[in-house]
């Protein structure tokens, strides 16, 4: 640490961060730290994936391919990074900066209002189910522009030949499919390496464990 001394190290992990326009910062090596009270991010590993730091004005521009992709602004000794859409550091709650110039305006970001983001999120289901959850008021009102887009989704589910044989169920829990998927390469920080999962044939309802072996 800065003052010499030693601090335990749990685990050694890749996150990703969303930056307030949408931008993902792929963070590498990440620390966890229980004993640290503030998520703290290295200005010089970032240098290292040429990502670039500029400072001034009591705010810090982060720039990726010459283009500015993140805005950090100054609190006291530190900078705080601007992550979710009300950016609470200068000027009113309601404030959110979308470029990287001295100005700032309004910006809607796109995830709070992307079908393709809970349709990746939720397993990629099916328009007409978001639809029903939109309806159900389980998920905010959505566009669904982007969602037609999504491609891969679709070549993915296709199929070569139809199992014609394949029996469906005709109750709940009368047909339960599960699976194994693991070990991966980085534990979570109670230990888990893998998961096992329990998917009802009939209502498509699953269960997801984490396991340890």
Not at 25 to 36: A, E, I, N, Q, T
Not at 79 to 94: A, D, H, P, T
Request: hydrophobic share 35%.
């Amino acid at each position: 640490m800065a003052n010499g001394e030693e601090a335990e190290v749990e685990a050694i992990a890749e996150f990703h961060l969303e930056l307030h326009n949408g931008f993902v910062l792929h963070l590498k090596d990440v620390l966890y730290v229980p004993s640290l009270q503030r998520n703290l991010i290295s200005v010089s590993k970032l240098d290292d994936d040429l990502i670039t730091c500029h400072l001034g004005d009591g705010k810090c521009e982060i720039h990726f391919n010459k283009e500015c992709v993140g805005l950090a602004f100054r609190q006291d000794k530190f900078y705080l990074l601007s992550l979710s859409e009300n950016v609470n550091v200068v000027g009113s709650k309601n404030e959110n900066f979308s470029s990287c110039g001295n100005g700032t305006k309004k910006h809607k970001r796109i995830d709070a209002i992307s079908s393709k983001l809970w349709h990746c999120r939720l397993g990629h289901i099916s328009r007409g189910r978001i639809e029903r959850l939109v309806k159900a008021s389980f998920l905010p009102p959505l566009e669904f522009s982007d969602l037609e887009q999504y491609i891969d989704c679709v070549k993915g589910k296709y199929v070569k030949n139809i199992k014609k044989c394949a029996k469906r169920s005709e109750g709940i829990l009368e047909i339960i499919h599960t699976d194994i998927c693991g070990p991966f390469p980085v534990t979570t920080v109670d230990g888990y390496d893998s998961c096992i999962t329990f998917t009802d044939n009939y209502s498509r309802y699953g269960y997801i464990y984490p396991i340890k072996e």
